[in-house]
């Protein structure tokens, strides 16, 4: 999913720190979204 729908595949930072801020924020992202599923209990 972090490939898919949120930028993995194309990190057009350099950097080691950078891209991994890059891939954080879309783990973030995926985790808030599962967050939100649960809480809504329509997975």
């Known amino acids: 999913m972090l490939k898919d729908s949120h930028g993995g ?3 057009r930072v350099r950097g080691n720190k950078k891209v991994f801020l890059h891939l954080m ?3 973030l992202v995926i985790a ?3 967050l939100i599923c649960l ?3 329509i997975c």
Do not use: L
């Open 9 to 11: 595949c194309t990190v």
């Open 32 to 34: 808030a979204q599962k």
């Open 39 to 41: 809480a809504q209990s």
């Open 25 to 27: 924020f879309g783990i």
